[in-house]
């Protein structure tokens, strides 16, 4: 099993730019799957981007901004940079862990407790 924190949310000008962090523990980091999500208040679980073990990356279209997702499996932790943010991006962002690349959350086992972003005009 693994465990995840995020980290590095907080409020940010339109235009503007954050890097997100999940830090994960547990020995098996390695083989999952992660991806990034976001969730605005009263709206479902939106898929933002998945890496697979080997730093492939997939991003999907309904994302807001400019997204890059990383991640540094000797330091167990996965990145989503974000640029270009607009008012739409206002969410709580959570990362994820799973078996295989999927847009659907119910694929993913593992999840972070999520971090806020907001973005202000």
């Known amino acids: 099993q693994v465990?995840?924190?995020e980290s590095?949310?907080?409020?940010?000008?339109?235009?503007g730019s954050l890097r997100l962090s999940c830090a994960a523990s547990g020995?098996?980091?390695r083989t999952y799957t992660m991806g990034w999500?976001?969730?605005?208040p009263g709206k479902e679980r939106q898929i933002i981007a998945v890496i697979n073990w080997s730093g492939d990356s997939t991003y999907y279209p309904d994302s807001q901004g400019r997204?890059?997702?990383s991640r540094d499996n000797a330091k167990n932790a996965v990145y989503l940079?974000?640029?270009?943010?607009?008012?739409?991006?206002?969410?709580?962002?959570?990362?994820?862990?799973?078996?295989r690349s999927s847009p659907l959350p119910t694929d993913y086992d593992y999840w972070g407790?999520?971090?806020q972003v907001t973005v202000s005009s």
Request: charged share 5%; aromatic share 12%.
């Open 3 to 5: 465990q995840l924190v």
């Open 8 to 15: 590095g949310g907080g409020l940010v000008q339109v235009g």
């Open 27 to 29: 020995r098996t980091f």
């Open 37 to 40: 999500f976001r969730q605005a």
């Open 67 to 69: 997204f890059t997702i």
């Open 81 to 99: 940079q974000m640029n270009s943010l607009n008012p739409e991006a206002t969410a709580v962002y959570y990362c994820a862990a799973g078996s």
């Open 113 to 115: 407790q999520g971090t």
